[in-house]
């Protein structure tokens, strides 16, 4: 039906309005350096309906709107996401992402209990934090320029997240339609969503790839925009009829498009449509916030906010580093992800509407996601001076590891290249099936808790007599796959470490040291996937008093002898230093007579060493090692100096090169080109010894 000449739809005035405040807010934001998302969360607050402005749109139209943002966000997502792309995304960024969603989701959902919040809410507040944003990371980097090294584990990272994020979101929205967090029901939600994606990814490659390259075919950009988004909203349909999200049809429907090979061809097309609803999606974001209850929350904002930071920083750089991605770009890449973002404002608003969150819960989300979008843009355009920082207040024993971690890291991958681990899938195999055991058990146990207290009770048995005994008999069940994954994971650090630093023919073993240490960082990285994992799926079923201290004490056990075998291993390598330091002496650092290879026999573990004397007018020349910041900037460490005056053995960051100098570099192959470069300004003409 046409509409009366001078007589407008209120869809369009909800729209022009939304659209418009939005359109200067995000210019001013733009202006001041931010994400323009925060110009259009202040957009919702001033045509919201709670500032007396006389600036009004409509929250449930502007909110119905709204879900055009979210469909098409999620298709454009899952564009991304074809086979190829997963494979390449998983074996980068699979663990970190893992152990960074896990790590999230266990202390939003402990930091939720602590504050009073039911199970429920708890749980919501832990999915909320534990998906970055992605538009707010790509406008960062974009600005920033950080490295290729990091951008690419963060964007990989960022993959893994969204996988989760939909999982999440359509679990999440089966729960919260009144299913509740009883294991068994949720067991079974897990299985229905599994066969509804098996189905519907089955029927859509037979039909949807085949009918999009046909499409493509008749080279019209708008019939193929036109079928795509008609994908798009049919997926999401039938998402929502079979009672999930329309944001997982949307994503399966952009998987079953990148299948057919037109994803480079489709986004392109589909892009300004998205970020147009997306766009109106925060707007409806910002309406739902009274400007009244800030007041009430922002301290509780700031509290989130300071763990979404800290806690990122900390989980994915420590996860990060452990899988040989060096600590400086550990450290950004951690950096890069602290904020929460698009699905966080998804999860708020479900757990808002469905009755399973206070109306408070979206102020705070929206708060701490400003608080995050800010520091984020900030930490990213400071990135590495924020990680040179933190990497000097490390105490000098986690420095040696870090200095030689990434050689072990290149020796285990030389010695899976000549397959000289054996036994390794085994003990993973293993760690897993105790992982899924301990859950289940947790699961079984959390399952028979009702029961058991309907039968005391219809037998006359105390109640808490008969919940302290299935405790008992739960947690000694349990301890039997605790302790399977605790010998697993020895096992695994140990059948690794001595693949990267075997020991020798002789009778002593002279890798001793280096491997000790190796294994306690292996173990670390053991802890973190297998551990964090089990404990945010088994923490809304234990007692609340329970995960916290238990992974505390394995944490600290781990950290502990962490600190012992950094100790041996600084011994170690002072040892080596003070060989090097003889060797240089005798041979005047002439690379033609410096030969380490009998040094590195005799103390393995340290890496290539390399003698690298400086001419006159070497860049190096007249500055300090804390200035160069070597091993910061490179990875490789400075072992000996030999100069007419003497030979120093690890030399104090303080002390200035000179021209005539010899300095021997131990590290990677890479690492070690990097310092020579940095050092001689890349025109060294005398070959590596």
């Not at 229905?192 to 493509?216: E, N, S, T, Y």
């Not at 986004?267 to 910002?286: M, T």
Request: proline share 5%; aromatic share 6%; net charge neutral.
């Amino acid at each position: 039906m046409l509409l009366a000449a001078g007589s407008t739809s209120p869809f369009v005035e909800d729209l022009a309005l939304a659209l418009g405040v939005a359109a200067v807010t995000s210019v001013v934001f733009r202006r001041l350096g931010q994400p323009a998302v925060l110009g259009y969360l202040i957009a919702g607050l001033i045509v919201g309906p709670y500032l007396p402005l006389p600036l009004f749109a409509d929250p449930g139209r502007v909110a119905a709107l709204s879900e055009f943002g979210v469909v098409l966000v999620m298709f454009g997502i899952g564009l991304h996401f074809s086979p190829r792309d997963l494979a390449e995304a998983v074996p980068k960024a699979g663990l970190v992402g893992l152990v960074q969603v896990s790590a999230m989701l266990w202390l939003g959902f402990v930091l939720g209990r602590a504050l009073g919040w039911a199970v429920l809410s708890s749980v919501f507040l832990g999915a909320t934090l534990a998906i970055s944003s992605t538009m707010v990371v790509a406008s960062a980097i974009e600005e920033s320029g950080l490295s290729a090294g990091p951008r690419e584990l963060v964007f990989g990272v960022l993959v893994i997240q969204d996988l989760v994020a939909v999982v999440m979101i359509a679990a999440l929205t089966t729960v919260a339609s009144g299913t509740g967090l009883q294991a068994l029901e949720l067991a079974m939600t897990t299985a229905k969503l599994l066969g509804f994606l098996a189905v519907l990814a089955v029927a859509g490659l037979l039909i949807v790839p085949r009918a999009l390259r046909m499409v493509g075919a008749m080279a019209h950009a708008e019939t193929l925009l036109i079928a795509a988004t008609g994908l798009c909203f049919t997926m999401a349909l039938l998402a929502a009829k079979a009672g999930y999200s329309v944001a997982l049809g949307a994503f399966v429907a952009g998987s079953l498009a990148a299948s057919s090979g037109l994803a480079p061809r489709i986004e392109p097309l589909v892009s300004p449509i998205r970020d147009l609803f997306a766009a109106v999606f925060f707007v409806s974001v910002g309406m739902m916030v009274d400007p009244s209850m800030l007041g009430d929350v922002w301290h509780l904002a700031v509290m989130v906010a300071v763990m979404v930071v800290v806690g990122q920083l900390v989980v994915v750089s420590i996860t990060a580093f452990v899988g040989g991605n060096g600590l400086r770009r550990s450290i950004q890449v951690g950096l890069a992800l602290g904020q929460i973002g698009e699905f966080s404002f998804i999860l708020a608003q479900l757990a808002v509407h469905a009755g399973v969150a206070d109306p408070t819960f979206v102020p705070i989300v929206v708060l701490v996601a400003i608080i995050t979008t800010t520091t984020t843009t900030l930490a990213v355009r400071h990135c590495e001076r924020i990680a040179a920082w933190i990497d000097r207040k490390l105490p000098h024993r986690v420095h040696t590891v870090a200095a030689l971690y990434e050689s072990w890291i290149a020796s285990l991958v030389e010695a899976r290249r000549g397959r000289r681990i054996v036994g390794i899938r085994r003990f993973v195999r293993l760690a897993v099936i105790d992982a899924a055991a301990l859950v289940a058990v947790v699961a079984g146990g959390a399952i028979a808790r009702r029961h058991v207290v309907d039968a005391a009770e219809r037998s006359g048995i105390d109640r808490e007599v008969a919940v302290i005994a299935l405790g008992v008999v739960t947690a000694a069940a349990a301890a039997v796959f605790v302790i399977g994954m605790i010998r697993c994971g020895r096992a695994i650090g140990g059948t690794l470490a001595r693949a990267a630093l075997p020991r020798g023919a002789a009778g002593t073993d002279l890798a001793f040291a280096p491997r000790r240490a190796l294994v306690v960082v292996l173990q670390v990285a053991a802890v973190l996937v297998l551990g964090l994992p089990v404990l945010a799926i088994t923490q809304p079923m234990l007692p609340a008093w329970l995960g916290v201290p238990a992974f505390a004490v394995v944490l600290g056990v781990v950290v502990v002898s962490f600190w012992r075998r950094a100790d041996e291993l600084d011994g170690h390598v002072r040892a080596g230093a003070e060989a090097v330091a003889e060797l240089l002496r005798q041979t005047a650092g002439e690379p033609g007579r410096f030969e380490a290879e009998h040094i590195e026999r005799m103390l393995p573990g340290l890496g290539d060493i390399t003698s690298v004397p400086l001419g006159v007018g070497a860049p190096a020349c007249g500055r300090t090692l804390a200035e160069l910041d070597l091993r910061g900037r490179t990875g490789a460490t400075v072992l000996a100096i030999d100069r007419p005056d003497g030979v120093r053995a690890v030399p104090a960051g303080h002390e200035p090169l000179r021209a005539g100098d010899v300095l021997a570099l131990v590290g990677t192959t890479v690492a070690i080109a990097e310092a020579r470069a940095l050092l001689l300004g890349g025109g060294d003409p005398v070959s590596p010894a």
